[in-house]
């Protein structure tokens, strides 16, 4: 089982529409998670943390099941500035330290 | 604040040539340092991270190498390249996996 999975998509939605991506990761001892936004030929910057009890921030809702193993990303009334690949990203204990993990991406597409 | 430099840009180099990405991070100590690729419409790729300084660890077996002569430096290097050699290449910090990770702006390789 890959550490971080995440559905490549695309997801191709109209402008207004909600829209969820999952992201599942193996390490039951993880500690941290995020989401992560990459525009095309950009470096990704961070879209927002993920904390157990749920966070919003405008648009955008995170989601952490540690039962499951999962991570959410919930946006709602999409914007065409929206369109770009969102990576989930794992923080777990290796080599003595903790390492970030980053699943290969989601890409959107949010059509006018 | 902390800051991230990643140099060159872009780049453009003959197959069997040498390379040398530099990375360098400012106002924090003792980060991890990671280096990635990603391929044209690709995920990240995780190509070597480092908990210290001289302390690296590869997560791919290829003709690349990385090096961390400083605590806030770290280098990527090849001897010879090859055509698949060719990508996106990210520098990141995290302080210790419990923060958010933080790229510099990538090197576009192009090997011909």
């Known amino acids: 089982r890959k550490e971080v999975e995440q559905d490549p998509g695309p997801f191709n939605v109209p402008e207004g529409a909600t829209v969820a991506f999952n992201c599942t990761y193996s390490?039951?001892?993880?500690?941290?998670f995020f989401w992560y936004r990459q525009d095309c030929r950009k470096e990704p910057k961070l879209l927002m943390s993920v904390y157990s009890s749920g966070n919003e921030d405008g648009r955008f809702t995170a989601q952490l099941n540690r039962a499951s193993q999962y991570i959410s990303l919930l946006i709602r009334d999409s914007k065409l500035s929206d369109s770009a690949t969102y990576l989930c990203v794992v923080s777990s204990r290796g080599a003595g330290s903790y390492q970030l993990t980053f699943g290969k991406g989601t890409k959107l597409s949010v059509i006018p | 604040s902390q800051t991230i430099h990643q140099w060159p840009a872009t780049l453009v180099q003959p197959v069997g040539s040498p390379l040398s990405l530099e990375c360098t991070v400012e106002g924090t100590s003792n980060p991890n340092l990671y280096w990635y690729r990603q391929a044209a419409g690709r995920g990240l790729q995780l190509l070597f991270y480092s908990v210290g300084i001289g302390q690296i660890s590869s997560e791919v077996p290829q003709n690349l190498s990385a090096s961390r002569p400083q605590d806030r430096q770290f280098i990527l290097s090849s001897k010879k390249l090859l055509l698949s050699d060719s990508g996106f290449y990210l520098c990141a910090w995290d302080y210790r996996g419990n923060t958010e990770a933080f790229f510099g702006q990538g090197t576009r390789l192009t090997v011909v």
């Open positions: 390490n039951s001892a993880s500690q941290s």
